[in-house]
Every structure is written in structure tokens, then in C-alpha cells.
């Protein structure tokens, strides 16, 4: 063999080893992976449903059931305020008298064109005048009766309820410009906006009474009633709203307070867990469950429903009847990590 054929085989040879020595690398390596994958070890409970007497309970600020900012579609000089704040108004009561300067020559207006109608349709009658011309006065006389109507309401503004004057941003003899003159109230009947957990939409009828509490009035409770479920979910928060209307004939309560309103739903199925089991994100106010995912720990948020000593409902779209929930060792697992189940 000469000399060439000899540096050949000595190439050969050198790349098969290198070729091999990587192989045998590469699977260590694999090998190694597979023996350093994390492990936890975990207890686990099969979740089943159970019937509960269920309230949930909600904060909500009081609102006034009606509110009318006074906000003639006129501007000009306030000619008089007739209130202040803290009035208490009735119903079609004048509350504000704006400058009266258009209002009169509208009407002035509409005064002969009362008559000029009058004249036109009996020149009809006799043949005298054209449909044409009829129509034309006509159309001129409800334009004008329209217009006439539109200014006596913002001339003298009256309120549209019995209330109370929570804000006055003007006073008599001032120009009147964009901002509410006045802000009337409705205190006597009171609402809320709650939002409800969307786990509860089929369970919340229109009707249904509520009971409000308040730290103002200790040991006392105040009735009010679904009135209106609105009919769409919130996507960020999975919650919908509900107005509640509140009677406060005597005036007790007042809007701007804050309020639990607690809501009796009577018995309903519900997944009851231990209390430990349900984790709180550190810095936020998330809570959250592990369960078992084919061997693999998967971390679910959830809502807290109503507690029972040592347990707790928990709610969430995500968890079924027949899930493992991890109940021993779910404080050192993370979402996706290997669980050794303990039996």
C-alpha cells in the first residue's frame, strides 16, 4: 500500500471515531435529560358536586334611581335659578327661567301664522286659493308650532320627578354655557350595579329579592329587587351586571354609599374543596388550583364561592365532576411539571 492509500484510510478512520464519540455524546446527554426531569410528589381528590345552600354576597355603591342634569338646549342669560342645592322639588316644578327673548318672538310668530292658516283655509274652501298654497301655510304653521314647543321647554326648564338638587353650577343673571345648571336627584327609590360572577347568569332571575347591608347601620338589613339582568357577559372579568332597585322612603340611605348586597340563591350544586388547596398569587389577589393533566400538573384560576369551616367552593369554567385536584404538595408544583401521585 503506498503511501497515499495509507494518509486515506488514517482520514477515514479519524472521522469515523469523531462521528462516533458524538453519538455516544449526544445520547448521554438524552439520557441525562430524561433522568433530570423535575418529579413531584402529590396527593390528589377526585372532584364530585355537591348541594349547598347558596348566597353570594357583592359590593355595590348606591346610586340615585334618576338623575336629570338640567341642560336647556338654548343658550343666553339665566334669567332666574327658582332652587339650590339641597332643594327638594316636585314633579313639573320650574327650576330654571332662561332669557326670554326668543321664546316671545317665536310665539309672536306662531300667532300669525294661527291666523294666516285660518285665512288660507277658508280661501280653500271658496276656491280662492291653490292646495299648494294651503299646504306651504301649513307646513310653515308646524314648523313654527314645533319650534315654539322646543323653547318654552328650555325656556322654563321644570324637573321631570320629585327629587333633590345635588349641584348648582350657576347663578341668576350669569351666561349659560355647556355645564349642567343644576343636577336634580332621585333619593327615594334608589339602584345598584352589581356584577355577578358568570357562573350564576341561569341562577339570577328578574324579581328575585336581594338584602344590602351597611357598616352605617349595624345589624339592620334594607330590601331591594333584581329589576333588570343585563344580557351580556363580560369577556375580561367573566362577570354581567344587575340592577337592583332599592324603596328608601324614609331616606336612610343615600347614593355615594357603600353597600353588600347579599343574594339568597336557595340550594345549588357546587365543587367544595379543601381550603389549603386553593393558592393565592403572591402580590395579586388570584387564586388558583393545581390538577392532574395526564400526569402533569395544570394550574386553573378560580373564583372563591361561599366557605364551610375547613372547605371552600370554588368556581371556575375550567374544572369538572371527576378532575384530580391536587390537595398535598400543590405549593411547591408550577404549571406543567411531572406529579408522582401518591395513592
Not at 49 to 76: C, D, F, H, R, W
Not at 139 to 156: A, G, H, I, M
Not at 187 to 201: D, G, Q, T
Amino acid at each position: 500500500m503506498n503511501i497515499k492509500n495509507l494518509i486515506g484510510v488514517a482520514l477515514i478512520s479519524a472521522m469515523m471515531l469523531t462521528a462516533t464519540g458524538c453519538k455516544e455524546k449526544k445520547e448521554d446527554t438524552n439520557v441525562a435529560n430524561v433522568q433530570e426531569e423535575k418529579t413531584e410528589l402529590v396527593s390528589v381528590q377526585t372532584l364530585a358536586k355537591e348541594t349547598i345552600s347558596k348566597s353570594i354576597s357583592i359590593s355595590a355603591v348606591l346610586q340615585p334611581y334618576e338623575t336629570m342634569n338640567i341642560s336647556p338646549s338654548v343658550t343666553g342669560i339665566i334669567k332666574k335659578i327658582n332652587v339650590d342645592v339641597a332643594s327638594r322639588v316636585s314633579k313639573g316644578q320650574t327650576l330654571v327661567q332662561m332669557d326670554e327673548t326668543q321664546l316671545k318672538t317665536t310665539r309672536l310668530q306662531f300667532a300669525n301664522l294661527e291666523k294666516e292658516l285660518g285665512r288660507v283655509e277658508a280661501l280653500l274652501k271658496s276656491g280662492s286659493v291653490s292646495q299648494q298654497t294651503y299646504d306651504q301655510t301649513k307646513v310653515q304653521y308646524d314648523l313654527t308650532k314645533e319650534n315654539l314647543e322646543f323653547l318654552e321647554k328650555n325656556t322654563y326648564v321644570k324637573a321631570d320627578f320629585s327629587g333633590v338638587i345635588s349641584a348648582k353650577n350657576f347663578e341668576s343673571g350669569e351666561l349659560y354655557s355647556g355645564m349642567p345648571i343644576l343636577t336634580l336627584i332621585q333619593i327615594n327609590m334608589l339602584k345598584a350595579i352589581v356584577n355577578i360572577p358568570e357562573a350564576y347568569f341561569p341562577m339570577i332571575k328578574t324579581g328575585t329579592k336581594v338584602q344590602l347591608s351597611s357598616d352605617i347601620y349595624k345589624g339592620r338589613t334594607f330590601e331591594g329587587t333584581i329589576e333588570i339582568i343585563y344580557p351580556t357577559i363580560d369577556p375580561n372579568t367573566h362577570t354581567f351586571q344587575a340592577k337592583v332597585r332599592i324603596p328608601n322612603a324614609k331616606e336612610e340611605l343615600r347614593p355615594g354609599m357603600y353597600m353588600s348586597v347579599n343574594i339568597d340563591l336557595n340550594n345549588i350544586e357546587a365543587i367544595i374543596v379543601p381550603y389549603q388547596s386553593v393558592l393565592k398569587l403572591q402580590g395579586a389577589n388570584e387564586r388558583y388550583v393545581f390538577i392532574n393533566n395526564d400526569g402533569y400538573a395544570k394550574r386553573i384560576v378560580v373564583e372563591m364561592g361561599k366557605r364551610f369551616d375547613d372547605k371552600i367552593e370554588i368556581i371556575s369554567n375550567d374544572i369538572k365532576e371527576g378532575d384530580e385536584l391536587v390537595v398535598v404538595g400543590q405549593a411547591k408544583l408550577v404549571d406543567g411539571v411531572k406529579l408522582n401521585i401518591s395513592k
